[in-house]
């Protein structure tokens, strides 16, 4: 194949990409976006496979047709609830695949498709591969273990953390150096010092952070996944690898600053694993007040204006139909419905978007929380459903909470609130809330799939 057909080929591709990405914007056009940028990413593979005399088609289709089955396999059996951690296993593996490539192109000798010597640029892009690609793997497989609950989800301080983090970082810079000034001397020991410098790193980076930053975490693997590309691409002078990086790492970057704003945290501080603060909410103390079905639907039966505010525990209950089809009921009845989404709601960004998207919540009733807070104030009821850390109101009260200053959902304000939660179990970042206590909320304990449909029951009765 030509150089100017491969050309022309990845020039497709990268139009792909980027159209692909833009339909990403929109619910409507998201699943059209995701084929074409998926259908790109498989024609630049098997031109780059094919051109380059790496393996013949027989073997790139075999390779397409298994890796098909499996991702076929693992998307239609993972469950919402278990989205978070199969994002953090696709970040992993976009780190480990740079680390590989990266490492591959150092004892190739240079570019991928000569035997010249090794310059300092190539070098250079080669370490920031092996080093980027190394953090995201091991950092995404804690993520996986935190977002999993296979090991414990809060903020694991070691002493000296912050110390052995820079160590790490100023060793693998000083390895790297000696790479770059002898690149004719220096031998396999030094590169496997480094690989394994950079997977530590990745697990004292992220070991740190609490489970109500992961969403943060999450974000911020996915640029880093894109950066690795981005440099194994420089290394092997693979264009195509380049741009697809580029918009990885912008769009998570992008992304990670939204969700810092909207934590109120600082992107410097999540860079460096500093952002868990440690300290120690006030006990909150008081009384509940339970509600049963019935009595809720008395309430939202003379509801005019209703918002529903979801969270994980939506995601776990699967309660997202009911969720819509109560809507739908108390539309029919007079009231105005929203859905308020908090940015970070749920354990990775646009969790809760996905899953009303999915129960064919119509976008236009998707309400930002700076727009919700604005007239929360005048909303009959609130209707918290599995939600927890993005309603606290210990955020704007307690200056001792972990979570102080982070913008959240002002449900408190509402005329009501119900609450659906199984227990008064803690969120995810482990921090009670006073919001349960509040005079106008009302408890409504149980599964929130049940819960709901009694309420909907009553509502047809």
């Known amino acids: 194949m030509s150089p100017e057909l491969i050309g022309a080929v990845y020039i497709l591709s990268a139009i792909l990409f980027v159209y692909g990405l833009k339909l990403l914007s929109s619910p409507a056009t998201a699943v059209r976006g995701n084929q074409l940028s998926s259908l790109g990413m498989l024609v630049a593979v098997v031109v780059t496979l094919g051109s380059r005399e790496i393996i013949d088609f027989r073997w790139i289709a075999v390779a397409a047709v298994l890796g098909t089955i499996v991702g076929a396999v693992a998307a239609r059996r993972v469950a919402m609830t278990g989205m978070p951690e199969m994002v953090a296993l696709f970040n992993g593996s976009g780190g480990i695949a740079s680390l590989l490539v990266g490492w591959a192109a150092l004892d190739m000798g240079g570019a991928s498709d ?48 912050q110390f052995i983090s820079l160590f790490l970082l100023v060793a693998m810079i000083g390895c790297g150096a000696m790479m770059v000034a002898q690149p004719e001397t220096w031998n396999s020991t030094l590169i496997y010092v480094v690989i394994v410098l950079s997977l530590i790193l990745g697990v004292m980076a992220v070991i740190p952070i609490g489970g109500a930053d992961m969403p943060v975490v999450i974000s911020l693997l996915n640029s880093y996944s894109g950066l690795a590309a981005c440099a194994a691409g420089l290394a092997i002078n693979n264009t195509i690898l380049i741009v697809a990086g580029s918009l990885v ?154 979570i102080y200053g982070m913008p959240i959902i002002n449900v408190d304000q509402a005329r009501t609130v119900f609450v659906l939660k199984r227990s008064m179990a803690s969120g995810f970042s482990g921090v009670e809330n006073p919001l349960f206590f509040k005079q106008n909320t009302r408890m409504l304990f149980g599964d929130a799939k049940q819960s709901l449909s009694s309420v909907i029951a009553a509502f047809k009765s």
């Not at 109120?264 to 460096?272: C, I, K, M, T």
């Open 249 to 402: 790492g912008a769009a998570g970057i992008i992304l990670t600053n939204i969700m810092c704003k909207a934590m109120n945290r600082s992107l410097s501080h999540v860079l460096f694993s500093g952002f868990t603060a440690a300290k120690t909410a006030t006990k909150v103390e008081g009384e509940v007040k339970p509600i049963v079905p019935d009595d809720a639907y008395l309430i939202l039966e003379a509801a005019s204006s209703v918002v529903m505010v979801p969270g994980y525990g939506m995601a776990v209950a699967q309660a997202q139909h009911v969720v819509r089809e109560l809507g739908e009921l108390l539309e029919e009845n007079g009231a105005e419905v929203s859905y308020a989404i908090h940015p970070v709601a749920g354990r990775m960004p646009g969790h809760m978007n996905v899953l009303l998207a999915e129960a064919n919540v119509p976008y236009d009733q998707l309400v930002e929380m700076d727009d919700i807070n604005r007239r929360i104030e005048n909303v009959d009821v609130a209707i918290v459903i599995g939600a927890n850390d993005v309603v606290n109101p210990a955020a704007r009260e307690d200056e001792n909470s972990p």
């Open 114 to 161: 000569t035997e010249l010597p090794q310059t300092t640029f190539t070098i250079v892009t080669i370490l920031i591969s092996i080093l980027i690609g190394g953090v995201t793997f091991s950092g995404s497989i804690i993520a996986w273990g935190k977002l999993s609950e296979t090991m414990p989800s809060r903020a694991i301080s070691l002493p000296g953390q």
